[in-house]
Nanobody
């Protein structure tokens, strides 16, 4: 059974940092492109960062230069380091597979997500 468990969210001041984690199970994690998505109140889900099985990365323009996606295949975990956060980064963050930067959904059922709230 596939499970995606996100953690690490919280309340942070604008300009601060957070590190999100996503533990994946029930899949061949090392072979998959993984991504971090977010959904802000009243908006659709958007992909903000993607990492290939080989470690190549891609980012949405809105987070480029501030967020860093990484993975540890030995731990079946993907991370999102969020630096210089802004109030507009406030959202629930999810991980899932991501084939391209235009993806709006992954291959598996969504986890519970982790809430990130940035105060100004």
């Amino acid at each position: 059974q596939v499970q995606l468990v996100e953690s690490g969210g919280g309340l942070v001041l604008a300009g601060g940092s957070l590190r999100l984690s996503c533990l994946a199970s029930g899949m061949v994690f090392s072979r998959l492109r993984m991504g971090w998505y977010r959904q802000a109140p009243g908006k659709g889900r958007e992909l903000v960062a993607l990492i290939t099985s080989g470690g190549n990365t891609n980012y949405a323009d809105s987070v480029k230069g501030r967020f860093t996606i990484s993975r540890d295949n030995a731990k079946n975990t993907v991370y999102l380091q969020m630096n210089r956060v802004k109030p507009e980064d406030t959202a629930v963050y999810y991980c899932n597979t991501a084939d391209t930067m235009t993806a709006t959904s992954g291959r598996y059922d969504w986890g519970q997500g982790t809430q990130v709230t940035v105060s100004s």
